[in-house]
C-alpha cells in the first residue's frame, strides 16, 4: 500500500483570509474611485494577488502603468497584512486540526498548495506549519491555477504519484487544477458551485474521519 499525499489549499479551505483579502482590497478600491462588492470579491479567490489587481482595475475601466501597478500591489499586501498581525490557532476553520491530526496519526503525508505568497506566516501564526511535509505556495510557481504547477509540485517534493494524491480546494480553478493533475479532487464548500469535485463536503466538520480513512486503505 503506497503513502498518500493530502494537499490542501489554504484560503478558504485551512483558513479565512478572503475576508482580510476582501478588506485591503475594499481600501484600494475606494481611494480609486471603484465600487468593490462582496460579490466581486468570490472572483478573487485562489486568484493571484497579480491577476486580482488586473480584476479590479477592469471593474474601474482603468488603464494603470506598471509602476502603478506595483505600488497598489504592495499597498493592498501591507494593509492586508497588518490583518494578520494578531493572527492564531483560533482561525482555523472548523474540523481542520481533527483532519490534520488524522492523517499524521495514520502516517501519511501532508502539503500545502496555495497561490498566497503569505502562506507560510499564516501557518506559522496558526501554529499548524509541523504538519506540513511540503509547502508549494505562490512564491514557487509561475503558472496559476486552474493550471495544476501547484499540486502537481508538491505530489513531486512528496514523491507520490499524482495517483495517490488528494487536493481539498474551495475554488473552481483548484479543483479543476486536481482533476487536471488525476489527482482525487475534494471541493470544500457549495457543491453547486464546486459540481467538478470527485467529492464535496460543506467544510471539514461534514467529514468523517471514515472518509479520509477509506481513501488511504
Ligand atoms: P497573496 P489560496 C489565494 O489563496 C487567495 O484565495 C486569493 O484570494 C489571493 O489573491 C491569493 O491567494 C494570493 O494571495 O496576496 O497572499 O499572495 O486560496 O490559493 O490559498
Ligand atoms: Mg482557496
Not at 497598489?72 to 482561525?91: A, G
Request: aromatic share 8%; no cysteine.
Amino acid at each position: 500500500m503506497s503513502r498518500k499525499a493530502f494537499i490542501f489549499d489554504l484560503d478558504g479551505v485551512i483558513v479565512d483570509t478572503a475576508k482580510y483579502h476582501f478588506l485591503a482590497w475594499q481600501k484600494l478600491a475606494q481611494e480609486l474611485g471603484i465600487e468593490f462588492t462582496p460579490e466581486h470579491n468570490e472572483e478573487l479567490k485562489g486568484v493571484s494577488r497579480v491577476r486580482s489587481l488586473d480584476i479590479i482595475l477592469a471593474l474601474g475601466h482603468i488603464e494603470a502603468s506598471q509602476e502603478d501597478k506595483n505600488k497598489w500591489l504592495i499597498q493592498k499586501n501591507e494593509d492586508y497584512l497588518s490583518y494578520l498581525v494578531d493572527m492564531d490557532e483560533s482561525e482555523i476553520l472548523p474540523g481542520v486540526l481533527p483532519v490534520l491530526e488524522f492523517i499524521k496519526e495514520k502516517k501519511q503525508l501532508i502539503a500545502l498548495g496555495s497561490a498566497s505568497k503569505n502562506a507560510r506566516p499564516i501557518l506559522e501564526k496558526t501554529g499548524i506549519l509541523p504538519f506540513f511535509d511540503a509547502i508549494v505556495d505562490g512564491n514557487d510557481v509561475s503558472n496559476a491555477k486552474p493550471d495544476p504547477e501547484v499540486f502537481l509540485r508538491a505530489a513531486q517534493l512528496l514523491h507520490v504519484s499524482n495517483e495517490n494524491a488528494i487536493v481539498f480546494e474551495d475554488s473552481v480553478a483548484g479543483i479543476q487544477a486536481a482533476n487536471t493533475a488525476n489527482m482525487i479532487s475534494v471541493g470544500i464548500g457549495d457543491a453547486t458551485i464546486l459540481h467538478e469535485a470527485k467529492y464535496n463536503f460543506k467544510d471539514f466538520t461534514f467529514m468523517d474521519l471514515a472518509f479520509i480513512e477509506a481513501l488511504i486503505d
